[in-house]
């Protein structure tokens, strides 16, 4: 019953992700690839809560008595992003050289959606047939290619705060200055007692919980040395992105704290093992935000490889309006295109990497794999993002007094 159950929503869901994004693709192409990657989402969490007594009839799949409950969901959770990765990895390959929408190929990244959603889902479900070691190789594979996407992250939080301090000091009115002022200062104000929270939460009495003191203390300090930096004079810095980066290593610490095993001491938020249905729901929905968002900020951002003929003004469009809709394929003028298509496709397709981890619990091989975005691998790669973003914004400060002779963006 409940295999019948997975595949008939699989299918609905297929079907009306291929309705909606049919219809919506006159606006934009970005808006149907979002449901097109929210689609395998859905069908991924469907599978990997219903489809593990499937994948156990499958002899090709089920070829050890060792396999538990976990260990099928995962295999539910890395195929369905296996195939969902070599759709948007094959479009990267095709796209590539993309420069005006004279190409073909710029009707092939805008239209056809239903031969889209067929090679979609035959690649999906060809994946339901490809042996264990593959899987396996994918599900390593996808750890790196998660680490890379929230470095992707990284490098898009970096360049919208100094893009957004840049935007209001060109104002260069009194009014501006005082708002940068106030909203820097209330950033270090919610970094400190936000940190003074984690200790709360993640530091119980009682208990020797020596390196979760070392994370909370660790983006403390870091937004000490950021201050310290930027408004040094030699340092072209300003306060207003040490700020919103300070915020951001405490909430990245905060992400990994809270993926800490529900069974150790020393994560005073969960006690039990078991997590209700609405704290998972809450954290899927905010994965798939921050995931659409940074797949579409970034194939939209010109900080990433943009096409050489395209203008470097694409980051002040709307993130789901494409420039290219609307325009007759007749005219004679080569217009370039306003992003690049490879990329984007590729920030897709480690999406797809870093989606899969979430819900397969990094591959561990510990009950938390049962459970969303838990267990030691999630604590260090997110701990771990955090100094990565350190060590970047640290190098945007400095790089200029080190290389003095290149020109930074």
């Keep these: 019953m409940a295999c019948?159950?997975?595949?008939?929503?699989?299918?609905?869901?297929?079907?009306?992700?291929?309705?909606?994004?049919?219809?919506?693709?006159?606006?934009?192409?970005?808006?149907?690839?979002?449901?097109l990657f929210g689609a395998s989402l859905v069908v991924s969490w469907i599978l990997r809560e219903t489809g593990a007594p499937l994948l156990e009839k499958l002899p090709w799949i089920n070829t050890s008595d060792s396999f538990t409950k976990e260990w099928y969901q995962q295999q539910a959770v890395l195929r369905v992003s296996f195939g969902n990765f070599l759709f948007f990895a094959i479009y990267a390959l095709i796209m590539i050289g993309v420069k005006d929408q004279n190409d073909r190929r710029d009707s092939w990244h805008h239209g056809g959606w239903g031969l889209k959603m067929i090679v979609w889902f035959l690649l999906v479900a060809l994946m339901f047939f490809v042996p264990n070691v593959i899987v396996s190789i994918y599900g390593t594979l996808s750890k790196?290619?998660?680490?890379?996407?929230?470095?992707?992250?990284?490098?898009?939080?970096?360049?919208?705060?100094?893009?957004?301090?840049?935007?209001?000091?060109?104002?260069?009115?009194?009014?501006?200055?005082i708002a940068l002022l106030v909203i820097s200062i209330v950033c270090y104000i919610a970094t400190y007692a936000f940190s003074g929270i984690l200790?709360?939460?993640?530091?119980?009495?009682?208990?020797?919980?020596?390196?979760?003191?070392?994370?909370?203390?660790?983006?403390?300090?870091?937004a000490f040395v950021f201050a310290i930096i930027a408004l040094h004079p030699a340092v072209n810095g300003s306060l207003l992105p040490a700020s919103v980066i300070s915020v951001y290593c405490a909430y990245v610490c905060y992400t990994g704290l809270s993926s800490e095993p529900h069974d150790y001491v020393c994560n005073g938020l969960n006690?039990?093992?078991?997590?209700?249905?609405?704290?998972?729901?809450?954290?899927?929905?905010?994965?798939?935000?921050?995931?659409l968002y940074s797949a579409l900020r970034a194939g939209s951002s010109t900080t990433f490889l943009s096409p050489p003929s395209s203008p470097r003004s694409g980051g002040k469009e709307?993130?789901?309006?494409?420039?290219?809709?609307?325009?007759?394929g007749s005219e004679a003028e080569a217009r370039p295109v306003s992003y690049s298509y490879s990329f984007f496709h590729i920030i897709f397709a480690l999406a797809s990497m870093y989606a899969a981890m979430l819900l397969s619990g990094w591959t561990d091989s510990s009950e938390s794999a049962s459970l969303i975005d838990v267990g030691w691998t999630s604590v260090w790669v997110k701990i771990c993002t955090g100094w990565v973003t350190a060590a970047l914004y640290i190098w945007t400060l400095i790089a200029p007094l080190i290389l003095p002779d290149r020109e930074f963006y």
């Design 199 to 222: 200790f709360i939460w993640f530091n119980p009495s009682g208990h020797d919980c020596g390196l979760n003191v070392f994370f909370i203390v660790m983006p403390m300090i870091l």
């Design 318 to 328: 709307a993130l789901l309006e494409d420039p290219e809709d609307g325009k007759k």
């Design 271 to 291: 006690k039990s093992k078991a997590v209700n249905a609405s704290t998972l729901i809450l954290g899927m929905l905010t994965t798939v935000l921050s995931v």
């Design 4 to 35: 019948c159950l997975a595949s008939c929503c699989a299918s609905a869901t297929c079907g009306l992700c291929t309705s909606v994004a049919s219809g919506i693709t006159r606006k934009s192409a970005r808006i149907a690839y979002c449901g």
């Design 144 to 177: 790196f290619g998660a680490g890379a996407f929230l470095l992707v992250q990284v490098v898009l939080l970096l360049d919208a705060t100094h893009n957004w301090n840049d935007s209001w000091v060109e104002k260069d009115e009194k009014k501006w200055y």
